[in-house]
């Protein structure tokens, strides 16, 4: 055969269209929660291979509202996911939700009865939740905080962990509360320097907004001097 000719066939050959091997669809998400306090629950998929399933969405946006106003807000997806990530990574087959969507008044409410809710919370764009698991919390914690997905709080002696989409971050409060607080605060004034009394007369009840900010600049120029000692 001509070289030419034999190069135009082999070169046709190449030319021809593949077939295309078809990629598999992504699996559907699926997500079993109880809401603690309404006794309701979501069981089934949120998420589909073309993205968020909207009457699904609206379920979760109805399950996961302010239980105490009945108000909701559009549920953050990415949270979902976060949420679906932690429970796939430890085995978990359903997650308590204790707390969801909050209301300024509601998350006011809360500031003034209970010790480490934030003004500024996560809880009130729809980007956060606080779960219990039945089993492997701990280990859910820690699964949370490598992936580095948002904010990861880790209350030990209630037994739940935060999650949230905000910045990148982690705390633990083990209940202790003011005391540790006061406690921790009264050992970097012992390294620092500063005024025994800094951290005198301090009422050991729930801490207006005022007196939390004021705790937590104590707390941070102790930390200060003593890094400088």
Known sequence: ?????????AGGW???PRPVRALPAPPLRRLKLHNAHTGERFDGPY???RGPIGSAMEELSHLLRDHRSGERIAIDVGLVDFLAAVMDGVGA????VLSAYRTVATNRL?????FGVADNSQHLYGRALDIRLDTRLEEAMEAARAMRRG??????????????????RSWTLDGSGIDGLLSRLQRLIARSGLPKNLAAGRARRPLSVKERLSLQRAIAKAEYFARRR
């Open 47 to 49: 998420r589909d291979d």
């Open 14 to 16: 190449l030319a021809l």
């Open 1 to 9: 055969m001509d070289r030419r000719v034999f190069l135009a066939v």
């Open 93 to 96: 087959s359903r997650a308590t």
């Open 110 to 114: 809360l500031a003034r009865t209970m």
């Open 151 to 168: 904010g990861v709080g880790w209350y030990p002696r209630s037994g739940f962990i935060h999650l949230d989409t905000g910045p990148v």
